[in-house]
Every structure is written in structure tokens, then in C-alpha cells.
């Protein structure tokens, strides 16, 4: 397939926006270190040679029987005793960062939160567990959840939008009412009275978030459809007998994505900073897993130990306004008086 | 004769996207005192920024390089600055714009507006604005102070202009373009009242325009300019009695050739019956006021017969592009309208689907009626997609191949996309996307008023051969009497929804009955 003389211009207007551009270049990287991050901090070693056999940890599970250990269940690899027994018959590749996000360091010579050291790189929190390693873990499902939530919301957007706009009349009318009274209800209180019901899983907390952002989106892509459904070239579709599924989609979408595609960096810095802020309150991910928000509690918990807070407030500037940067970009590439 | 404006040498380039465009070429002309020059070219050949250069409207900065001289009063206006520009522009030079739609302010009174353009010593404001207002032939004067733009008409707006720029009594008046946004019996009464104020006044007048007709008329002088470049100027009638550019002569003979008469009144193709289109005016949603209601076709009656072309002439809101959208259901209607005395006013979208095979309709915008996101195979293959769909590929493309070679295109440029392509040849891609479902009924609705006048001409010729080789029956609807001249058999002249006058064409134009239709013939300049 080749590009569009238009797609062509528009990515030429994206690399012009420099500062756009080594934003998107340096969250990719940063976004692909994170979904390895599984290689890169883990208690586990990323490869065992045991017998002249090559094991991957990572991968499978291999209780601690297998070397020669007692337990039938997992080995244990910060264990000095079973690194003692594949040294014997082999050798281990640990990760550069020896942690996972849950793992605690027991041979902490000072009490947790420790400081930054050659051990645990930026300290330990207030557990005792590796900071940088909930950084990295943290970075990937904060950005997953906004990525995912972005889409998801995104599809019923359009769709909604889509609808309302193409057919206008009574079901756009009804539809506008309805979405006024919808985002009149409170997000915040909804989700803090759902989570003393349930724990609230990755998945709730998205169907939650989807519920509501999905209205966003709507009201750009109604009024391109508003717009759009009276152009020439539309009309002309019609008279030629296309079907109004089709007309949406290969006539009037086109359309309608200029201005979604410019609004979806936002929205995912959006939800990304919505994640962080209930996991803040406390009323977000489940405890134990590896937040952004969490950590800036923990820094304001633990005013002495500022290795935590500043850590957590870096990452989390860097990666929101890395996303606005790239906002901007978008925005400019789609920008109908730069690109005709 | 002494000159009042000098220009010598102009040349304009701009930059854009790392192209250069040469806008204007080594432009030199010159207009005397109390001189009408006409400054005449296609869309894109350098005369408007020509004028907005002279105004120093726009000015040199990096992706914009004015050079050559502008000499008034023994000045430069390319070089001059801001207040030396201040005390020449509105007081010696003024400008009417193309659009008065656009180049009045909404949010002040026609007063204020006025008022803006006078020193700001003068006094007694109040009627000296009546007495413009009077001299540019509005009504009321003394009401119309008080109004604001939207209250008034196309033409009264452009009145107005014409007032604020004769405020101060300038040397020279330049008209970008003052009347092609105007329908055409007002187009005659603003041009008679430029060229009434022009010789009351000793003003020189600079027009800016594509119309011949209106060149012919009040030009003193004429300069053709083609691709940025002045190809020819000269006196008025020379121009016309002996063009010696290549160029000119194209221009000048750009006249459609006429249809030739077919006389086979056998089968009517389509016949309508009390077709009415109203625009809902719905202020509340629970109580119903039909009272609001716009009618915009109040009851026509008319037929077709195969083969034969009819041509329906109005103004803007005379309702003629209501009809042409109510018969292929794109807008809703009442009344019945029978193709092939098959009764299809009342058929759903979905029974309806089979019969839009046969009626085609190509718009008046050639830029906005094709998708810039599909190439131009796309576009022209989407109704075989919907109506054949037994069609494979390879046959797909053959039959689009053909078609585009019927309208006069190359298929080589069929995986190109619309923006690669000039407004004639857009409007041919949009003749193909009707033809090529082999339509018997093609309704145009002004397909020719957004090109210029030889591609409209060339445009006009095409489909005066694909009637006669696909025997196509047309309904074209347009406000230029010359080309509806060119391909009607029959003519319908429409006055706010109303039929005026049907007949044949030669009868309209030999003898027309009604006033309204005089009125028209007589400002069309034919």
C-alpha cells in the first residue's frame, strides 16, 4: 500500500515540529523498554544453563526441585542457596535490575525506605521494594491503561458521534440530552462508592473510566458528521445509491478522524493522570500493584525519604508531557492550513 | 493623456511548501486619468494579487517577494511607508472586494462603517452618509443607517462598499471581481452605477474580472493577462475587433457552441406533477408551527422528453437546485414525479436504490464534490460498486478505463487523487462518475459557474457530444443565460419558486413574455 500525497505531507509536518518529533522518538523508546520490562527488572534470571540445558525463568516455572533445592515450589533465585546449586552444574544471567516490582529486599542494611545505592539504584520504598523496578512496571500499565482506555472510548466516540451526527434529528436530540445528564454524574464519587463494594481489577477500573470518556470524543466527531453529511461529495455518494453504512464509513469517517486523531494524545495523557490520581487516593489499582500513583503517596507519606516522591513526580512529568509534546505534533499534521 | 498610476515591471513570487510560484511576470501597464482599465484572466492568472500588490495589501517577507514599481504622484507605492500608504489608501485609492458577504463587518451598523472611512476632522457625518448612501442608489437612506450588514441584500451590501469607497472622492477605484458573487440583474445595476459614479466623479476605475461581457461594456482600455504574465493590452475595441495574442483569441471565442435541434417528441422521460419542496422551520420541538415554514418550489408541473435538454434559468433562491435535489430524493418533496411513468415520489430509499442508475446528478463545485481521500478510480468506479455488483476487478477497471477516455481524460491518471487536478478536468471526473452507470436522466446543477470561461466552454462541448452519442436528456440548471443558451431546447425561468415563463428556447429568446424574463435577457450581455 502506498501512502497518500496527503499522509506523505502530514508526516513531513509531523518531523517539522522537532520537538514533537523527539518526544514521540524518546516515549517509543521508553515505551519499549517498559514492555520488556519483564528482562530488564526481575527476580529471575533471564537465562539459566543447568545441565548443559538452557531454561528460561522468565518463561516457565521451575520449582526449586529441579536444581536439587527442597521446596517443590518455585525456586527462589535471590536465595544464596539455590544460586549456590546452579553455580554448581551451570550458570544464571540475572537482569540488570535484580527486582521485580514486588519483590523485597530483606538484606536492607538500613530500614526501608532506604536511599539510593549501588543495590537498589533509587532506593527502596517504604516496603523495601526495588524503586526504579516499580518505575519501569509502573510506566507500562499506566500507559497501557490509557492506551487501551484511549482506543476503547474512542471506538464508541466515533460511533456514537457518528450516528448522532450523520442522522441528526430526533436521535441526535435525544442523544445530546442524554449525554448532558450522563456527564453530570460525579466519576470520582462513583468509583470511590464501586471500589467499598469491590476491589477494583485493572478491567473494572477501565469499564469505569470507559463509561464516562467515551463523551469526550463524541462531541468533535458529531459536529464533523453535522458537517460533513452536507458536502458535495456526499451527496453526490448518495445519488450514486451508496448505503448510509458505507457513506459513513468511506465518505464522512475520513473526515471525522482528522480531529480525533488530534485529540487522542490528550486523552490518553488524561487517563493516565485520572490512574494516577485514584491510585493516589488509594481508591485505584489494587494494592501491592505497581503504581504510579502509589508511589507519589508513598513519597507524601514519607516526607524523609525523598528519593520516592521526586522519582515518582519525574517519571510522571516526563511521561505526561512527552504525550503533550506529541499532542502538539499531531496537531500541527493534521492542521487543514498547513495540509490542503 | 497624463498617467495616474504607473506600474512597470511587477513581479510577484511566492513560496510555499518549498515550491515558487511566479504569480505575476514583469507586469507593466498604466492607467490614465478618468480611465476605465479592465485587467481580464482566468482564476490563477496574477490579477487580483496585481491589485493587492498596487494597495500594498500584501507586502515582501520570506515566503513573499514583491519587486517593480508602482508610480502614483511621482511616488512608489512598493517602496513607500506605513503613514505616507496611510494618507493614499481609502483617500486616494480605494478597492471594492470580490465578496460582500464577507467584507462588511456583521457586528456594526452601516453607519459606523461609513462613517470609519471619513477624516477624522470632518464633521456633519450623519449626512454625508445619507448623500453616499443616496449616490450609490439606496433606498431609505436615512432607515438603512442604523441596519447591519445581514439586514441587507447581496447587491445593497456591495453598494455599501461601493459607498465607503468613494467616501473621500478617490483618484482611483479598484474593483476586484465587484460582481461575481451577485446575480446577474443586479450584476448589470452595480456595474452601471460603478461606470455612472466613474464618469461623475473623473475617477479611474481598475476591474478586475473574467467576464468578457462586462469588459466589453465599460472598459476603456483592456490588459488580458495570462499565467502572471500582461499577453496583450490595448484599447477596448481593438481587443475585441482584432486580438492579436493566441491567447485572447481563445478567450474571445470562447463561446459554447450551440445544440443542434433534435426533434423527436416521442417519449417522455420524466414528468413532474405539484412538486413542492419546503424547508422546515421548526422553533420548538413539542408544538408544531408549520406557519415557518419556507417553501422553496411551490408547485411545478413539467415534463421531459427523451433526449432533449431542459434549461432552468433564476436567481439565487429561485428554488432551482431544490427541484434538482428533490428529484433524486436527496432533500424531501411533494408532489409526484414519474420517470418512465413509473411513479417514483413516493418509493423508500430502498426501492428507490435502482432508479438512481438512471438519474444522475453532477454538482456545481467541482472541488468540494469529489472525496480528497480517494483517488480518482475510486471515485468514478463507486456507483458500479453499489449497482453491479457482479463486476469483478479487471472488468471494473476496463469500464472506468473507457469512461475516462470518454470525458476526455487519460487513464494513466486514474491512481491520481483530485487535488493533482485543475477545476475542468475535476468537473470531467465528476461527468464520469455520473456516465458511467449509463444514466438516461442527468440533472447539472451549475456545473460550468465555478470554472472559468474557456474551460466552461470546453466543458460545454462535452456534454453537447456525450448527449448526442449516449443520447443523454439533460435538465441544466444554471444563471448564466449564455450557456443555457448553448445546450437548452427548452427553458424554465424560475422567480422564488415559481415557473415564470416555459417555452421553447427559441421563443424565450426571440420573445419573451414576461418582464422578469426581459429583465434577465437584458442583463446578461449576450
Known amino acids: ?340 | 493623456m497624463k498617467a495616474l498610476l504607473e506600474i512597470e515591471k511587477l513581479n510577484i513570487t511566492f513560496e510555499f511548501n518549498g515550491q515558487v510560484v511566479n504569480a505575476v511576470k514583469d507586469s507593466s501597464f498604466k492607467i490614465n486619468k478618468g480611465e476605465c482599465v479592465a485587467i481580464v484572466g482566468e482564476s490563477g492568472s496574477g490579477k487580483s494579487v496585481t491589485a493587492l500588490a498596487i494597495m500594498r495589501l500584501i507586502r515582501s517577507n520570506s515566503q513573499l517577494k514583491i519587486s517593480g514599481s508602482a508610480t502614483y504622484e511621482k511616488k512608489n507605492l512598493l517602496n513607500s511607508d506605513e503613514l505616507s500608504l496611510q494618507n493614499i489608501r481609502g483617500k486616494k485609492i480605494s478597492m471594492i472586494f470580490q465578496e460582500p458577504m464577507t467584507s462588511l463587518n456583521p457586528l456594526h451598523n452601516i453607519e459606523k462603517q461609513i462613517t470609519e472611512c471619513f477624516a477624522l476632522n470632518q464633521k456633519s457625518n450623519k449626512t454625508r452618509c445619507i448623500e453616499l448612501l443616496q449616490e450609490v442608489g439606496i433606498e431609505n437612506p436615512e432607515q438603512r443607517l442604523s441596519h447591519f450588514p445581514h439586514q441587507l441584500s447581496g447587491g445593497q451590501r456591495q453598494r455599501v462598499m461601493i459607498a465607503m469607497a468613494i467616501a473621500n472622492n478617490p483618484d482611483l477605484l479598484i474593483a476586484d471581481e465587484p460582481t461575481t458573487a451577485l446575480d446577474v440583474t443586479i450584476q448589470k445595476q452595480i456595474l452601471d452605477l460603478l461606470d455612472k459614479l466613474r464618469r461623475k466623479y473623473k475617477m479611474s476605475l481598475l476591474l478586475i474580472t473574467h467576464d468578457l461581457g462586462i469588459v466589453k461594456r465599460i472598459a476603456d482600455r483592456v490588459c488580458v493577462m495570462e499565467k502572471g504574465k500582461i499577453v496583450e493590452q490595448n484599447e477596448n475595441s481593438k481587443i475585441f475587433s482584432q486580438p492579436k495574442h493566441s491567447y485572447t483569441k481563445k478567450l474571445i471565442n470562447s463561446e459554447p457552441r450551440e445544440k443542434k435541434i433534435i426533434k423527436n417528441k416521442n417519449e417522455i422521460i420524466l414528468s413532474v406533477k405539484n412538486l413542492s419542496v419546503y424547508y422546515k422551520n421548526t422553533s420548538s420541538f413539542f408544538f408544531k408551527n408549520n406557519n415557518n415554514d419556507f417553501q422553496a418550489v411551490k408547485n411545478i408541473s413539467f415534463d421531459i422528453t427523451k433526449g432533449e435538454t431542459l434549461g432552468i434559468v433564476g436567481e439565487s433562491g429561485s428554488g432551482k437546485s431544490s427541484i434538482a435535489q428533490a428529484l433524486i430524493k436527496l432533500i424531501a418533496s411533494e408532489g409526484n414525479f414519474f420517470f418512465k411513468n413509473k411513479n417514483i415520489s413516493n418509493l423508500n430509499e430502498k426501492k428507490f436504490r435502482p432508479f438512481r442508475k438512471n438519474i444522475q446528478i453532477i454538482f456545481q463545485d467541482p472541488f468540494a464534490s469529489l472525496s480528497p481521500r480517494l483517488t480518482i478510480q475510486d471515485i468514478v468506479s463507486e456507483g458500479l460498486e453499489v449497482h453491479n455488483k457482479e463486476l469483478s476487478k479487471t472488468e471494473i477497471l476496463k469500464l472506468t478505463r473507457g469512461i475516462i477516455k470518454d470525458v476526455g481524460l487519460e487513464s494513466s491518471m486514474l491512481s491520481r487523487y483530485p487535488h493533482e487536478f485543475s477545476g475542468g478536468q475535476r468537473q470531467r471526473v465528476a461527468i464520469a462518475r455520473a456516465l458511467i452507470l449509463k444514466p438516461e436522466l442527468i440533472i447539472l446543477d451549475e456545473p460550468t459557474s465555478a470554472l472559468d470561461m474557456t474551460v466552461q466552454s470546453q466543458i460545454v462541448d462535452l456534454l453537447l457530444k456525450l448527449q448526442e452519442e449516449k443520447k443523454l436528456t439533460y435538465i441544466f440548471i444554471s444563471h448564466d443565460l449564455k450557456i443555457i443558451k448553448a445546450l437548452s431546447d427548452k427553458i424554465m425561468v424560475m422567480r422564488s419558486g415559481k415557473i415564470i415563463e416555459f417555452d421553447e428556447k427559441r421563443k424565450v429568446f426571440s420573445k419573451p413574455k414576461m418582464s422578469y424574463t426581459k429583465k434577465l435577457l437584458k442583463s446578461a450581455y449576450l
Not at chain 1, 537498589?120 to 482506555?149: K, M, W
Not at chain 1, 436530540?173 to 463494594?197: A, H, K, T
Open chain 1, 1 to 340: 500500500m502506498n501512502p497518500s500525497p496527503l499522509t506523505i505531507r502530514r508526516l513531513k509536518n509531523f518531523r517539522a515540529n522537532k520537538r514533537g518529533f523527539y518526544s514521540a522518538l524518546v516515549f517509543s523508546l521508553l515505551f519499549l523498554i517498559s514492555i520488556f520490562a519483564e528482562f530488564i527488572a526481575n527476580d529471575k534470571p533471564i537465562l539459566v544453563v543447568f545441565n548443559g540445558q538452557m531454561h528460561f525463568p522468565v518463561f516457565e516455572k521451575i520449582p526449586e526441585t529441579f536444581y536439587g533445592g527442597e521446596f517443590e515450589t518455585e525456586a527462589d533465585y535471590k536465595d544464596p542457596y539455590v544460586k549456590n546449586l546452579i553455580d554448581k552444574k551451570g550458570f544464571s544471567v540475572m537482569p540488570l535490575i535484580e527486582y521485580s516490582y514486588d519483590t523485597i529486599n530483606y538484606d536492607l542494611k538500613v530500614p526501608s525506605p532506604s536511599p539510593p545505592s549501588f543495590e537498589n539504584f533509587l532506593g527502596t520504598d517504604d516496603q523495601g521494594r526495588d524503586v526504579l523496578a516499580r518505575l519501569i512496571y509502573g510506566f507500562r500499565i499506566s500507559v497501557f491503561f490509557g492506551l487501551i482506555l484511549t482506543i476503547l472510548s474512542s471506538i464508541i466516540g466515533i460511533f456514537a458521534g457518528g450516528i448522532q451526527g450523520f442522522y441528526g434529528g430526533k436521535i441526535d436530540l435525544f442523544g445530546q440530552r442524554f449525554i448532558e445528564i450522563w456527564s453530570g454524574l460525579p466519576v470520582l464519587y462513583l468509583l470511590i462508592i464501586i471500589s467499598s463494594f469491590i476491589q477494583p481489577s485493572f478491567w473494572i477500573l477501565l469499564f469505569i473510566m470507559l463509561l464516562f470518556s467515551w463523551m469526550s470524543l463524541e462531541g468533535v466527531v458529531r459536529a464533523e458528521f453535522l458537517r460533513a453529511r452536507n458536502f458535495e461529495y456526499v451527496k453526490a455518494a448518495k445519488a450514486l445509491g451508496v448505503k448510509n453504512t458505507k457513506l459513513m464509513f468511506k465518505h464522512v469517517l475520513p473526515n471525522a478522524m482528522v480531529a480525533t486523531l488530534t485529540l487522542m494524545p490528550f486523552i490518553l495523557s488524561g487517563s493516565i493522570a485520572t490512574l494516577t490520581s485514584l491510585d493516589f487516593l488509594g481508591f485505584g489499582l489494587p494494592p501491592g500493584s505497581p503504581s504510579l500513583g502509589e508511589m507519589v503517596s508513598q513519597g507524601k507519606a514519607n516526607l524523609q525519604a525523598p528519593w520516592l516522591g521526586l522519582s515518582a513526580f519525574i517519571t510522571l512529568s516526563l511521561q505526561l508531557s512527552l504525550l503533550v509534546f506529541i499532542g502538539e505534533a499531531v496537531r500541527d499534521a493534521f492542521d487543514p492550513r498547513k495540509v490542503t
